[in-house]
């Protein structure tokens, strides 16, 4: 199957600084990407869906100036929280597409963030 | 609003047994039910996944079975291994969305030896 992969795999970042998350499609050309928040022992909550060259559409109750989302190309999508601070620890996972009739969405490995 | 219902939460099976975790929905649009696998500290990967216009699907030891009248669909773990413990998502997701997934709450299964 196709590969997606995040990175970094894990993070510590001191509360009140900013982290970017970098997704990454190895192997094909994502046209959509999502962004999916998992705190532990729960489900995936989806946080934004994004299309390459296209501002991301944020899911309710996410805040679009906390977790900047950028699409930049085909094959990078990038998850970036500003400020964070401890309650945005969490497993933060991105997904991509091919797009068109293709319905698999291929998950990266997931980033641990810790914010301290 | 909970779009997609998973049961149960938690299943214990021994090794060689069969593993049923069941899923329903309440959303006709949707058209796409894929099941997935996550490992501690890893993403999700994809298992099986069927259409609306089939009633099963089977895939080695993994079956989906479909029931649209119900609105549930459910996986089958046959001769389940203990190497098959993991958490499992049933999903369910719309064409016209870019199949945007709504995802059950999961259930974590574990084989025993």
């Known amino acids: 199957g196709a590969v997606v992969s995040q990175h970094p795999s894990w993070v510590i970042c001191k509360s009140g600084t900013s982290v970017k998350i970098e997704c990454r499609s190895l192997?094909?050309?994502?046209?959509?990407m999502f962004w999916y928040r998992q705190f532990p022992k729960q489900s995936l909550m989806l946080m934004a869906t994004s299309n390459e060259g296209s501002k991301a559409t944020y899911e309710q109750g996410v805040e679009k100036d906390k977790f900047l989302i950028n699409h930049a190309s085909l094959t990078l999508s990038t998850l970036t929280v500003t400020s964070a601070h401890p309650e945005d620890s969490s497993f933060y996972i991105c997904?991509?597409?091919?797009?068109?009739?293709?319905?698999?969405?291929?998950f990266g490995q997931g980033t641990r963030l810790t914010v301290v | 609003q909970q779009q997609v219902k998973q049961s149960p939460q938690s299943l214990i099976v021994q090794k060689g047994g069969i593993s049923i975790i069941n899923c329903a929905y309440e959303n006709t649009a949707f058209d796409y039910f894929p099941w997935y696998q996550q490992f501690p500290g890893k993403g999700p990967a994809l298992l099986i996944a069927?259409?609306?216009?089939?009633s099963e699907k089977k895939e080695g030891r993994f079956t989906i079975s479909f029931n649209k009248s119900a609105k549930q669909f459910s996986l089958h773990i046959m001769d389940s291994q203990p190497g098959d413990s993991a958490t499992y998502f049933c999903?369910?997701?719309?064409?016209?969305?870019?199949?945007?997934?709504?995802f059950g709450k999961g259930t974590l299964l574990t084989v025993n030896p």
């Open positions: 999903a369910a997701s719309i064409r016209g969305s870019n199949y945007k997934l709504t």
């Open positions: 192997d094909f050309q994502a046209t959509t």
């Open positions: 069927i259409r609306p216009d089939v």
């Open positions: 997904s991509a597409r091919v797009g068109g009739m293709n319905t698999e969405a291929f």
